[in-house]
């Protein structure tokens, strides 16, 4: 079993940062990437960022330029940094885990943290 502990949602006024932040523990043998969506209230969920094993990113055009994605490999845990935040952004943050246990390659979920932007 894998489990997700995601940190750091909140509310936030418009221009304002937040950092999030997931840690991964469990029967984890290797990671192949790790990063965040999102969803908002009556929309489907989608991508925001996600970095792979080979450090390559995948991003959300609406937050290019405004997010960035850290990773500490040696506590298997990722960073979500949002700068600039508009009250577009508000929505549930979900982490998102790639990675392969003894038994085989899955993939893995958070349970959501809240973001709101709202002055």
């Known amino acids: 079993q894998v489990q997700l502990v995601e940190s750091g949602g909140g509310l936030v006024q418009p221009g304002g940062s937040l950092r999030l932040s997931c840690a991964a523990s469990?029967?984890?043998?290797?990671?192949?990437?790790m990063g965040w969506y999102r969803q908002a209230p009556g929309k489907q969920r989608e991508l925001v960022a996600v970095?792979?094993?080979?450090?390559?990113?995948h991003w959300a055009d609406s937050v290019k330029g405004r997010f960035t994605i850290t990773r500490d490999n040696a506590k298997n845990t990722v960073y979500l940094h949002m700068n600039s935040l508009k009250p577009e952004d508000t929505a549930v943050y979900y982490c998102?885990?790639?990675?392969?246990?003894?038994?085989?390659?899955?993939?893995?979920w958070g349970q959501g943290t809240q973001v709101a932007v709202s002055s």
């Open positions: 998102y885990l790639d990675y392969c246990s003894g038994y085989g390659c899955y993939d893995a």
């Open positions: 970095v792979t094993s080979e450090d390559t990113g």
């Open positions: 469990g029967s984890i043998r290797s990671i192949n990437a």
